[in-house]
């Protein structure tokens, strides 16, 4: 479980995250992390989260932000919220670092997301992208409610639970929630 202050890493990304406020700080209601992304962080699919609200605050350099197909670069000391439902992906526009603070409100279960996807990419049980096999990266999402934009979530979730079932008959461990 994060505390308040830990910083944990992506040696393959080069992302470092900052746990400002956690889960339990906030008796649930938010999770408000500091995430720092090289130049050449990329844009990874847009995704959905259904039950959380995203608030994106530039600290320092630039975001390129794609939001319900429309993009659109935030700068320092702008915000962006993406309310829940709503398929979002962002990633440093190519120029030079960033810091980014990000607040999820409800928390849910985002700290143990972040926890267990970066422990993958320490543990070497990523691609040179970052990104798990389809199999962990179905289990992921089942476990944390998180949804590409496409196709629709009513024809993931049978996906993503035979995929899941598929892990387990493999023997890979069950993600925390």
Known sequence: ???????????????????VRTAADTGGAELVV???????????????HQKQEEKFTVLEGRL?????????????DESIVVPPGTAHAWATDGSSQARVAITFTPAGAAEHFFESF?????EGKVNDRGLANPIRMAQLARAYDIFLASPPVAVQRPV????????????????PV
Do not use: C, K, W
Not at 168 to 175: K, M, N, P, Q, S
């Open 118 to 122: 970066f422990r993958l990419a320490r």
């Open 34 to 48: 500091e995430l720092e992304l090289t130049a050449d962080a990329f844009l990874p699919a847009e995704h959905i």
């Open 160 to 175: 993503f639970a035979a995929l899941d079932g598929l892990g387990r008959a493999l023997g890979y461990e069950r993600f």
């Open 1 to 19: 479980m994060a505390q308040t202050g830990q910083t944990i890493e992506n040696p393959v990304t080069g992302e470092r995250m900052t746990f």
């Open 64 to 76: 390129v932000f794609r939001s319900d197909g429309q993009e659109r670069l935030v700068v320092a």
